[in-house]
């Protein structure tokens, strides 16, 4: 099992009531950010060829990630319950959330509650 990080509004982790972000806040956003692409979608596809998909509103790809390969490694995101989540981010990817976070407000918290900073680093 990953580990995942949030860009939230809530001390909690998963955004509630009227801290929660929105999802056309997050549509919005990635509109303005010429490196991220809204999808709805996330596929990949398994060694033994078989493809899984996974359909989700709000669910988009940072295109300007080093490792992001069209039929490889992606940096997805995903929208659900007023945060924005990514599964096992490495240090850019957490420093990218890092900078979305700033624009809605938000911080970049762990499954434990802890925060990271500007550098992808627990602060």
Not at 12 to 22: P, Q
Not at 25 to 41: F, H, I, V
Not at 42 to 65: F, K, S
Request: aromatic fraction near 8%; proline fraction near 2%.
């Amino acid at each position: 099992m990953g580990y995942a990080l949030h860009i939230t509004r809530s001390e909690e982790g998963l955004a509630h009531g009227e801290t929660a972000i929105s999802i056309e806040e997050w549509t919005k956003l990635l509109a303005r950010d010429g490196e991220m692409r809204l999808d709805g979608y996330a596929e990949v596809r398994t060694p033994d060829g078989t493809t899984i998909r996974m359909e989700a509103e709000g669910l988009a790809v940072w295109t300007a990630y080093c490792a992001h390969q069209e039929n490889g490694d992606r940096a997805w995101f995903s929208f659900y319950g007023g945060s924005i989540t990514c599964n096992n981010p490495d240090a850019e990817i957490v420093r990218k959330m890092w900078r979305i976070a700033q624009q809605l407000a938000a911080v970049v918290q762990g499954d434990e509650g802890e925060l990271y900073d500007e550098h992808g680093q627990v602060s």
